[in-house]
């Protein structure tokens, strides 16, 4: 399973960026797909999560100004990002999983873009 992210850049405080992740290598029509952060000097956190039903799991801080989607059709998740800020400064990971209830357990991660807010 590979998954390649692009979108990412160099964008000012309040303005938008939209970051794009394609799955490929994988008929599996389950995977939970996703984006998590690291910003310099921190631990990688979660986004947001999107089920293959539709099912949405936010990080509280991030739910006003960000919005996860997902094309089946095209194993591709999304993530809008508006009203950005300087602390939103990171690199951006796509994320793949295996459902809970699906076992064997996979995961697997895409190499990152980083996105740069500036002041």
């Known amino acids: 399973v590979q998954l390649q992210a692009s979108g990412g850049g160099l964008v000012q405080a309040g303005g938008s960026l939209r970051l794009s992740c394609a799955l490929s290598?994988?008929?599996?029509?389950?995977?939970?797909m996703g984006w998590y952060r690291q910003a310099p000097g921190k631990q990688r956190e979660l986004v947001a999560t999107?089920?293959?039903?539709?099912?949405?799991n936010y990080a509280d801080s991030l739910k006003v100004r960000f919005t996860i989607s997902r094309d089946n059709t095209k194993n591709s998740v999304y993530l809008q990002m508006d009203s950005l800020e300087p602390e939103d400064t990171a690199v951006y990971y796509c994320n793949t999983k295996t459902p809970r209830w699906y076992r064997p357990k996979e995961e697997y991660w895409g190499k990152g873009t980083l996105v740069t807010v500036s002041s």
């Open positions: 290598g994988s008929t599996f029509s389950s995977y939970v």
């Open positions: 999107v089920s293959s039903g539709g099912s949405i």
